[in-house]
């Protein structure tokens, strides 16, 4: 079994060059979009089956007496609870042996099952090719033994790509650091929905940064869509038990009415 893969994205680090954003849209072959400003450094202003990664910027409750903005490099987390590939009727959203969930786009039919049921809300239909879409991870370049383009992108170090558990490693140095310096960041992925492949290091608490405190899996969507699913099978299967009950019926109602 392959080696689980892994992304740390270090937010004390981010500088919002974005980056990563055009290294993204550079390897994938992603349009670009059409904004307008909305009276925020953020662009585009939210993910889009044509935008995979995305700096987000916030302005935290108390701006205008400390004012900043909170940089975040928002992206699929690839969970290894992964709840759009149990919901996914076709079999599109797979998961790979090195933790990457990946949508195959010639099986996808473009039902938003995993639109509605993702916790950090990541994948997008697309209107140009009809299928859900999202970050992949630079899954074609992880096979030839290179990093994502945006980990490669990155001038400060922000983004980070090895092992899963290199990545944790890492992770759990750079907090140690940040407590010695008076801060109380958190390792958010290390343990959310089986544990995320791709982690932050985060400096304040997740809300701050649009975040889940404690993502969960939307168990009763899942069942609904895992019922609806199974419905057209059970269908079928009346259907045929049906024709063969009344075939075997039919010769004697007939028989009977002959006489």
Known sequence: MAEHVGM??????????????????????LKAEVTTNTGTYQNPPRLSGQTWTLIQFTEPDDFRDNPRWLFRKQQCLHCTEASCAEVCPTGAIQKQDNGIVYINQSICTGCKYCV???????????????????????????NDGLKPACATACPTGAVQFGTRAAMLSKARMRKKELEAKGLSPRIYGENELGGLHVMYLLPEKAKMFGLPEKPTKPT??????????IIPGLALLAGIFGYFFKGKSAPAENTESER
């Open 8 to 29: 740390l994205l270090d937010i004390t680090k981010c500088m919002a060059c974005r980056g990563c954003q055009v290294a993204c849209k550079q390897w994938n072959q």
């Open 220 to 229: 009763g969507t899942i069942f609904w869509k895992w019922l609806l699913g």
């Open 116 to 142: 509605e049921v993702c916790p950090f809300h990541i994948p997008h239909a697309d209107r140009t090719t009809g299928t859900a879409r999202k970050c992949w991870l630079c899954l074609d370049r992880i």
